[in-house]
């Protein structure tokens, strides 16, 4: 029988940090998102099949998760979403390829332009919402109400720190 306090793997702690499981359990919820998104049917068939194809990538959910709806700016959003300005600039030149957003005038600088959510981004941000709501409750009834709770407090209380 191994002691705790001297084990085996002195670098097992390398896979089991706070860090390490925070990135696992984020890329295994955003896979069960873009999974139920991608069985969706108010999502436009060509999202949807991106999707699907797993086409569409955990980046690409930046958009989704920090575009508001009324547009924002490329700095913006690549602020929101801890990118650079060129990477975030290469998502949307995807997004708006797949019909996502377009880009358009800045109502406050005319030199500036305002990315926005077409009328089949829109549809794919309210079914970002639905799958979002369920892979929640999935993750409640995989750990508990109680844990879910308890997880959520510790994140929002450490992520507003």
Same mark, same amino acid.
């Given at each position: 029988?191994s002691?705790p306090a001297?084990?085996?793997?002195?670098?097992?702690? $390398? /896979?089991t940090h706070?860090?390490?499981?925070?990135?696992h359990?984020m890329?295994?919820f955003?896979?069960r %998102?873009?999974?139920?998104?991608?069985?969706?049917i108010e999502?436009?068939?060509a999202?949807?099949?991106?999707?699907?194809?797993? /086409?569409?990538?955990?980046?690409?959910?930046?958009?989704?998760?920090?575009?508001?709806?009324?547009?924002s $700016?490329?700095t913006e959003?690549?602020?929101r979403a801890?990118?650079?300005? /060129?990477?975030?600039?290469a998502?949307?030149? /995807?997004?708006?390829?797949?019909?996502?957003?377009? $880009?358009?005038?800045d109502p406050?600088?005319a030199?500036? $332009?305002?990315v926005l959510?077409t009328?089949?981004g829109?549809a794919?941000?309210?079914a970002?919402?639905?799958?979002?709501?369920q892979?929640?409750?999935e993750f409640?009834?995989s750990v508990?109400?109680?844990?879910?709770? %308890? %997880?959520?407090?510790?994140?929002?209380?450490?992520t507003?720190?």
């Amino acid at each position: 029988m191994s002691d705790p306090a001297f084990p085996t793997d002195p670098d097992a702690w $390398r /896979q089991t940090h706070l860090g390490r499981l925070l990135g696992h359990a984020m890329r295994r919820f955003d896979e069960r %998102v873009l999974a139920l998104m991608a069985h969706d049917i108010e999502v436009p068939l060509a999202l949807s099949n991106l999707a699907a194809r797993a /086409q569409v990538s955990a980046a690409h959910i930046h958009i989704t998760r920090h575009l508001a709806r009324e547009g924002s $700016r490329l700095t913006e959003l690549a602020e929101r979403a801890g990118m650079t300005k /060129q990477a975030m600039g290469a998502l949307v030149d /995807q997004c708006e390829a797949w019909g996502l957003v377009t $880009r358009g005038p800045d109502p406050l600088d005319a030199r500036a $332009r305002r990315v926005l959510f077409t009328p089949d981004g829109l549809a794919w941000l309210d079914a970002f919402r639905r799958a979002v709501t369920q892979a929640e409750r999935e993750f409640r009834a995989s750990v508990g109400d109680e844990i879910a709770t %308890v %997880v959520t407090i510790g994140l929002e209380a450490y992520t507003a720190g």
